[in-house]
Nanobody, 124 residues
Framework: QVQLQESGGGQVQAGGSLRLSCTAS????????MAWFRQAPGKEREFVAS???????YYADFVKGRFSISRDNAKNTAYLQMNSLKFEDTAVYYC??????????????????WGQGTQVTVSS
């Protein structure tokens, strides 16, 4: 069983920044890709960014140039640096992992471990 724990959410004014963290723990993790998804009220969960075990990142178009995903494999932790936040970035942000699969994906169903989510609220 793999557990993912997110932290770093909160409330910020538009134009501000937040940094989310996600730490994986549990059984032998091996190599694995990680990703961030988000779900706004009344909307479906959507892909935000992913990062392969090799640290190659991939972003949804709507966050390119504003968000940056990174990871520290020694700490089993991924990060999402969010800059120039907009009101429409308000959502619950979820961390996900593809255990045993080092390449990342934007497809939700390809991730088999999920965190509980952390709320990000951007006020206009």
């Amino acid at each position: 069983q793999v557990q993912l724990q997110e932290s770093g959410g909160g409330q910020v004014q538009a134009g501000g920044s937040l940094r989310l963290s996600c730490t994986a723990s549990g059984r032998t993790l091996g190599t694995y890709a990680m990703a961030w998804f988000r779900q706004a009220p009344g909307k479906e969960r959507e892909f935000v960014a992913s990062i392969a075990w090799s640290r190659v990142p991939y972003y949804a178009d709507f966050v390119k140039g504003r968000f940056s995903i990174s990871r520290d494999n020694a700490k089993n932790t991924a990060y999402l640096q969010m800059n120039s936040l907009k009101f429409e970035d308000t959502a619950v942000y979820y961390c996900a992992a593809r255990i045993g699969r080092p390449l990342s994906s934007s497809r939700e169903y390809e991730y088999d471990a999920w965190g509980q989510g952390t709320q990000v609220t951007v006020s206009s």
